[in-house]
């Protein structure tokens, strides 16, 4: 997959998880692995990018003695999945059209 | 490999590739701390030390995101400049590198404020005057600070890292400072607590205050309140002087010496320490307490509508504003001379008790 394109699709990945729920770096890539692959400085990385934008929350909590980082979506977040569903969306009917148009006459 | 010994690694590399960026060490900070709790959230789960390690990306990889993530013109990695922790600590918000850590300002209206809470550690803290509204701190690796604004309430709190591995790696000690500048007259109160590092206020007048710290100093000058104004602290020196409070004033310490001069409380005035001398002089107040024990007591002017004194193994001395016959005085010692009758009348209730030790107050004509 093109970097920036899988780049972008990570990052809404990671933001979807934690529509479940505030989530931590560990479960996050834990609950993602059977659909994606997210390496432990990419999911970093988008975390970090996520609170820079107020997409997502993040406090510090103890847990077992020890502080854990606890991720939590916002509104921006959320406002962030719709509008990338709608831009999927509009991908999807383009690729509809694609198949149609390009690959359905093949056929014929 | 163990835990460690990979958290070291990815730190040492880190370090490496950042190095010469000021504002490395929050980023490095974070990333480790990330990869700590990765670890430690694998191993809790039930992996050994090893497969775990084995799990996660090696340091290589990790910085060669960084220089991907942040490359620069020359190609060296350079790490973003910190941005404000919180997003709902509201307030404008500028930081500068400072040292190894990166010192943090936020500007408020100060309409907009009515309660300050601080909750601090390890760190001073500084309340003076000066244009507008603003709380100063410093964030380095040894922990973090919360900042909160909620309607007029300002918190800020500083919570030390996890198991304080970066404390230990790059030995951070006790800097950082917290400073809160007031504007001049400002309405609103302050709860503040610290450890092991000093307080100093200076100049300022708002409705309470109530600073605490342990093992350490408090200096306290031209301070005014509408309400209460509490001082406290353990095993460190109280000086005030020229203090003014609506309500109680109470000064507090162990083991230290307390020296107080022009205090004045309409609720009352309360200095106690333990195993150090008080020295006051000029204090007025509804009542006046003034105590310690294993030490001397140096009481000048002090005006009050009843004033106790009383320590244990050291002498009582001191000018009082009024002539002897106005107090009502109940004095006690054991082994030492007293110059007061052990009881007399008055309207002003003047009680004066020690052991193993002198008593003796002057009394204004």
Known sequence: MDTQLKRGILEVCVLAELCRGQSYGYRIQKDLAQYVTLSESALYHILKRQEQAGQVQAASVEHEGRLRRMYSITEKGRARLTEFREQWQEVGRAIEFIEKAAFQNDEE | MTRNEYLIELAMKLENAFRGDENAYGEIKGMVSFYQEMLDDMIEEGRSEEEAVAAMEPADDVVERIRHEYATADGRAAAPAPEAPGQDAGGRVTSRSEGRGTAV????????????????????????????????????????????????????????????????????????????????????????????????????????????????????????????????????????????????????????????????????????????????????????????????????????GAVTLTTSNGSISGLMPQPMERYAITSRTSNGRSNLPAASRGEIPLDVRTSNGSIHLEFME
């Open chain 2, 105 to 304: 300002r936020r500007e408020y209206a100060p309409e907009e404020i009515r309660t300050i809470e601080i909750n601090d550690m390890n760190h001073s803290l500084t309340v003076i005057s000066g244009t507008g509204l603003s709380l100063e701190y410093v964030e380095d690796p040894a922990g973090q600070y919360e900042v909160q604004k909620l309607g007029g309430r300002l918190c800020l709190r500083y919570r030390p890292q996890g198991r304080g591995f970066l404390g230990q790696l790059f030995n951070f000690g006790r800097s950082g400072r917290v400073v809160l500048t007031l504007p001049e007259k400002w309405d609103g109160q302050i709860e503040a607590r610290t450890s092991n590092a000093p307080i100093t206020v200076q100049e300022v007048s708002l409705r309470a205050m109530n600073l605490r710290t342990s093992n350490a100093r408090i200096a306290a000058s031209d301070v005014r309140t509408a309400d209460r104004l509490t001082l406290g602290s353990s095993n460190g020196a109280v000086q005030a002087e020229r203090l003014s409070a609506g309500g109680e004033m109470e000064l507090i310490t162990g083991n230290a010496r307390l020296i107080a001069s022009e205090l004045q409380a309409g609720g009352g005035v309360k200095a106690t320490t333990s195993n150090g001398a008080i020295e006051a002089r000029n204090i007025q107040g509804a009542q006046v307490r003034l105590t310690t024990s294993n030490a001397r007591i140096s009481a000048e002017m002090i005006s009050a």
